[in-house]
T-cell receptor, first 112, second 111 residues
Framework: SQTIHQWPATLVQPVGSPLSLECTVE??????LYWYRQAAGRGLQLLFY??????ISSEVPQNLSASRPQDRQFILSSKKLLLSDSGFYLC???????????FGEGSRLTVL | QQQVKQSPQSLIVQKGGISIINCAYENTAFDYFPWYQQFPGKGPALLIA?????SEKKEGRFTISFNKSAKQFSLHIMDSQPGDSATYFCAVTDSWGKLQFGAGTQVVVTP
């Protein structure tokens, strides 16, 4: 089965600093990959999804960007963090044409 | 645009009781309807899922009921246990495998 590795698990960053969250996938090739953000006690907001290397779709306009340099690597970045970027970030993936989404353990970002 | 609407936002049920969570969708192109369970500080995990060619699927104490004509599906947790306390998300999936989640329901099972 597919496994999603995500790091770092927790991160405290000052406003205006850069961000890089990394996600790697094991157990499948050419998966669809996703970045979600979850505010405290709230639902899952889809930020980006990718169907292949270099192919990124943004779901919401924001201060963040995503890249997929390799088939099983997905990176979430920001050049300058805002307070509103705080949240729980989840990487997820599913094999092509299957609905089961596998999630990583999440990265909790606090911007101060 | 919200593709799936989930209710209630929160639910308190006594141990042994039945928890019911409902979801409604608009797009008839969706072809896979999963439910995810999330414990605090963890990523969601697939609990149970159904395809639109069946009206019900049961796995242990968890049952999905699916009403294609009404474009609604629900999760029933029978004999609820304190270990079932979690946030539950319904989702809809299009033919490309892209998921959109409901807003989530926080379930608390009291001893």
């Amino acid at each position: 089965s597919q496994t999603i590795h995500q790091w770092p698990a927790t991160l405290v960053q000052p406003v205006g600093s850069p961000l890089s969250l990394e996600c790697t996938v094991e157990g499948t090739s050419n998966p669809n990959l996703y970045w979600y953000r979850q505010a405290a006690g709230r639902g899952l907001q889809l930020l980006f999804y990718s169907v292949g290397i270099g192919q990124i779709s943004s779901e919401v306009p924001q201060n963040l960007s995503a890249s997929r340099p390799q088939d099983r690597q997905f990176i979430l970045s920001s050049k300058k963090l805002l307070l509103s970027d705080s949240g729980f970030y989840l990487c997820a993936g599913n094999p092509v044409n299957t609905g089961e989404l596998f999630f990583g353990e999440g990265s909790r970002l606090t911007v101060l | 645009q919200q593709q799936v609407k989930q209710s209630p936002q929160s639910l308190i049920v006594q141990k042994g009781g039945i928890s019911i969570i409902n979801c409604a969708y608009e797009n008839t192109a969706f072809d896979y309807f999963p439910w995810y369970q999330q414990f605090p500080g963890k990523g969601p995990a697939l609990l149970i899922a159904i395809r639109p060619d069946v009206s019900e699927k049961k796995e242990g104490r968890f049952t999905i009921s699916f009403n294609k004509s009404a474009k609604q599906f629900s999760l029933h947790i029978m004999d609820s246990q304190p270990g079932d306390s979690a946030t539950y998300f319904c989702a809809v999936t299009d033919s490309w495998g892209k998921l959109q989640f409901g807003a989530g329901t926080q379930v608390v099972v009291t001893p």
